[in-house]
Each structure stands twice: as C-alpha cells, then as structure tokens.
C-alpha cells in the first residue's frame, strides 16, 4: 500500500510538472506574439518625406575687383574668391551672376518645408547687359493652367479668410489667399490660370522649377 501511495504521488508530481511546463510554453508564445504584433497586425502605411534641391533665384550683382590671388581675384565687398577669366585688374567693376538653391521638403499631405542656401557667386561679367542676358534666361516668365485642388474659407479674429490651393507642375501645392470674387469664380473649377516663373539650373538648363508669380486672369 505504502508503495502504491509512492507511486500515486509520483504521478502527480509528473503531471503537476508537465502543467507548469505547458504553461510556461502558453505564456513564451504569448509573450513573442505581443512582441511582434506590430509587424503580424500592422495595418497603417508608411510614409517617408521627399526630398529634392532645386534652383531657387538669382540675381546680378555690381562689384569691384579687389586683390589678385593667382589665377583666381576677390570681388568687393564680400572677398568672395572667383577665377580672373576677364584678365581683370584691381578696382575694376564687374557684374556676377549669383544663385541661391532650395530645398524642398514635401510631408505626406503634400505639405513643403523650405530651406535656402546662401548667395553664391557663379560667374563675372565685363558688363551689365551680357550679365541680364543671361538672368532673363534663367528666369523665365509663363502663362500656363495648372490645377486647382480647391478653395476654402477660414475664420481669423472674426473676419473671413479665402484660399486657393494649387498644385504646380513640380508636383507640390501652395496655397494662396484670394477674395471673394475669386473664390466664387474658382469655386467649381478645376484648372485655373496662373503666371509662373520657371527657374532654371544653370548646370543643367532643362532642369527647373515653377514659382507663382500671381493669377492669369
């Protein structure tokens, strides 16, 4: 009797130890589960910012010739370094072509961030007119019909505000205010005509990027 009450308990030890086993092994697999339920249940979508650099303005700008360092001479005032391809001597005028380049930072809700470069020096001119020549090709003036995402009104400090949200042909919207007689005019259009600036790279001229510059019409 003694050894059959012995075996009795054995077998409950057995069976109380396969239940501690099966259950550390439900909460083990539990555990892994939560800890990859993101990637077995995630339903949302990512989404990552698009990042471009495009040309942004130029301009031209008087100067003087300062000290002669080689090949390469200093513009006055800023003793910006550029090469002497004019053969220039110390105290002459000149004219340079000046960029500024862009950033452009585009969320998911077609929403831009901007971040501008510093003016830098492109090349030197003997003269103004080669120097405007050359900034009337690289900002070019356009008529064109772009589209209209839409028209909205808003409340500020009790007063009603209007805006037009456009999309340009480089794909990113702005958003513009415009008055009531605008709003009711654009109110069920879906093309509308603007004034854009094309803004070319200098390097690669069949690269640009379209600024408004106001309404057509």
Not at 15 to 44: D, I, P
Request: charged share 25%; with cysteine; hydrophobic share 35%.
């Amino acid at each position: 009797m003694f050894k059959d009450r012995e075996g009795h308990a054995a077998g409950r030890r057995a069976r109380g130890t396969l239940l501690t086993t099966v259950l550390l092994l439900a909460v083990m697999v539990l555990s892994a589960c939560s800890a990859n339920s993101g990637s077995v249940f995630h339903t949302g979508t990512d989404t990552s910012d698009s990042v471009s650099r495009v040309p942004w303005d130029y301009r031209v700008v008087e100067g003087k010739v300062g000290d002669l360092v080689g090949s390469d001479m200093t513009i006055l005032p800023d003793n910006e370094l550029l090469p002497n391809d004019g053969n220039y001597a110390t105290g002459d005028t000149v004219w340079t072509l000046q960029f500024v380049d862009a950033e452009l930072i585009t969320d998911a809700d077609q929403k831009n961030e901007i971040k501008l470069s510093a003016w830098t020096t492109l090349k030197s001119y003997a003269d103004q007119k080669a120097a405007t020549e050359d900034l009337a090709n690289l900002k070019v003036s356009i008529t064109t019909d772009v589209d209209l995402v839409g028209v909205y009104k808003t409340e500020y400090q009790s007063k009603t505000r209007n805006f037009a949200v456009l999309e340009l042909p480089s794909g990113n919207r702005i958003k513009q205010p415009i008055d009531d007689k605008r709003y009711t005019a654009l109110e069920k259009q879906k093309k509308v005509s603007v004034v854009l600036e094309e803004v070319h790279d200098f390097a690669d001229y069949d690269s640009a990027y379209a600024k408004f510059r106001g309404w057509a019409k």
